[in-house]
C-alpha cells in the first residue's frame, strides 16, 4: 500500500472550511476574495486545514465569471451594444454552452451600476441593451435555452428598452411611435404598445424560439412599498419624487401590457428585479419564468454538496442587510448551512440586524470613517478581518 492513503486519512480528519464568498460590488470579485481569503487561510493556519474554495453569485454582478468556473465547455462572447444611458456603447460579454444548447446573459454587463462608476442616471438610463445582447446571442446561436441573469441594475424601465429591442413598438398620447432607446422616466407618456413582433425574425427556419428563463436575485413585486421603484430607486440615484414618477410610469405599463396581452406578472415574487427588467422579459415567450438566481446558479457550481462536506464556511459580501435574505446569494448560502457556523466577512453589516445563532460577522468597517478606509484598499481590509477571526474559527473545529 503506497503512502497516499495516510496522506488521504490525514486530510479527511482535518477541519473543513468551505471559502465561498460573493462580489464585494465596486471593489473585490467574488473570485478575488475568495483568494484573498484562501491565501490568508493559509498564512495563519497552514496546512491544519482542509479548504475548497467556490465563490458564489445570484444574477447580478460577477454571474458569468463565477459560472464560466463550473462550465468548462463555456465560452464567453462578446457583442456591442447599448449601455445604461443612450448614447454609451460598450463590449458585453455572454456565455455559450454549446452542450446544452444554453446562452447565459448577465443583464448587469449591458445596464448595470457598475457601468456609470459614481454617476446615477436614474430616469433615463434603459434596459435596451440587455434587449439587444439577447438579440445578437439567440441570432448568434440559435439556443434551445436563454437564461438572463438580473441584478445590479441602473435603470428602472420595467424592461420596456430591452423589449423594445426586441421588437416592442410603443406610441405616446399623440399617437407618435416612441424611439428608442425607452427609459424609465419615458414611460409615463406610452399610451398604446404592440407586442406582437417580439422575438419575430430571431428563429432560423423551423427552428422553435428559446426556452426563456430569469434568474432574479430579489423577491420584490413590481409595484407598491417593496416595489422595484419604492426599494431600489434611491440606490440607483432617484429622488423621492423620481421613485413617485417611476412608479406611476411601471403601473402606467403593467395596465397596458394587461389590458393588451390579457396577463398579469406585476405581483409575481422577483418581476421587481432589475428595476422591472424581470417584469418585462416575462412577456417574452409563454415559455419564460422566473427562477432564483442563487438557487440555479448554487446548482450549476454544485454548492449543495459542497456545503454538506464543510464543518464551517467563510463567506462575505459588500452589504450584509435585510436584502441579503430575500434572495441573494450569502442568503441562500446562510439557508444550505443548516446549523453548520458560518463566519461572515461583509464589507458593512446593517446596525441593528437580528442575525441566526450560527452566525459570526465580522465586517471589514463598522463606520463611514472605515469604509473610507476599507474602500481605499480593500484586499487589506479584507485580509485584516479575517486575521481578527482566525481564533474564532478554531473554536468551531469539529471534535477529534
Not at 460579454?93 to 444548447?101: A, D, F, G, S, V
Not at 430591452?162 to 406610441?171: E, I, K, N, P
Not at 422577483?270 to 412577456?283: E, N, R, S, V, Y
Not at 457556523?341 to 450560527?358: A, E, K, R, S, T
Request: proline letters at 6%.
Amino acid at each position: 500500500m503506497g503512502a497516499g492513503w495516510y496522506d488521504a486519512a490525514m486530510n479527511a480528519l482535518k477541519p473543513r472550511i468551505l471559502i465561498a464568498p460573493a462580489c464585494y460590488k465596486g471593489t473585490l470579485s467574488a473570485g478575488k476574495a475568495a483568494e484573498i481569503m484562501e491565501a490568508t487561510l493559509r498564512e495563519g493556519l497552514g496546512d491544519a486545514v482542509s479548504l475548497q474554495v467556490c465563490p458564489i453569485a445570484d444574477g447580478g454582478d460577477d454571474t458569468l465569471l463565477v459560472l464560466k468556473q463550473s462550465l468548462p465547455q463555456a465560452s464567453l462572447k462578446t457583442a456591442r451594444v447599448t449601455g445604461p444611458v443612450t448614447n454609451m456603447q460598450i463590449q458585453a460579454q455572454y456565455l455559450w454552452e454549446p452542450i446544452t444548447k444554453t446562452v447565459i446573459i448577465e443583464s448587469a454587463q449591458a445596464h448595470g451600476l457598475k457601468l456609470l462608476g459614481v454617476e446615477r442616471y436614474p430616469m433615463v438610463s434603459t434596459s435596451y441593451g440587455v434587449g439587444e445582447l439577447i438579440r445578437e446571442a439567440v441570432r448568434q446561436h440559435q439556443p434551445d435555452t436563454v437564461v438572463v441573469s438580473v441584478g445590479g441594475s441602473a435603470s428602472t424601465d420595467g424592461g420596456l428598452g430591452a423589449l423594445q429591442a426586441l421588437g416592442l413598438r410603443c406610441w405616446d398620447d399623440q399617437d407618435r411611435e416612441m424611439q428608442a432607446p425607452l427609459s424609465g422616466g419615458a414611460l409615463h407618456r406610452i399610451r398604446r404598445l404592440d407586442a406582437s413582433l417580439l422575438f419575430a425574425g430571431l428563429a432560423s427556419g423551423n427552428s422553435p424560439m428559446p426556452a426563456l428563463r430569469i434568474a432574479t436575485d430579489v423577491h420584490n413585486p413590481l409595484l407598491g412599498p417593496q416595489g422595484a421603484a419604492t426599494v431600489f430607486g434611491p440606490q440607483k440615484g432617484a429622488t423621492a419624487e423620481q421613485c413617485q414618477q417611476l412608479e406611476q410610469g411601471l403601473a402606467q405599463v403593467s395596465a397596458l401590457i394587461k389590458d393588451d396581452l390579457k396577463v398579469d406578472y406585476a405581483d409575481l415574487p422577483g418581476a421587481g428585479a432589475a428595476g422591472g427588467l424581470a417584469f418585462g422579459l416575462l412577456h417574452c415567450s409563454e415559455q419564460a419564468q422566473l427562477i432564483s438566481g442563487s438557487q440555479w446558479i448554487a446548482q450549476v457550481l454544485g454548492l449543495p454538496p459542497k456545503v454538506a462536506a464543510a464543518d464551517l464556511i467563510l463567506t462575505g459580501e459588500g452589504r450584509f442587510d435585510a436584502t441579503s435574505l430575500g434572495g441573494k446569494a450569502v442568503g441562500n448560502l446562510l439557508a444550505l448551512a443548516g446549523n453548520r457556523p458560518v463566519f461572515l466577512l461583509p464589507g458593512q453589516c446593517q446596525p441593528g440586524l437580528q442575525l441566526p445563532d450560527n452566525l459570526y460577522c465580522q465586517p471589514l468597517a463598522q463606520d463611514e470613517a472605515g469604509t473610507r478606509a476599507a474602500m481605499a484598499n480593500p484586499r487589506q481590509a479584507l485580509r485584516t478581518a479575517l486575521l481578527q477571526v482566525l481564533p474564532r474559527l478554531k473554536n468551531h473545529w469539529p471534535a477529534s
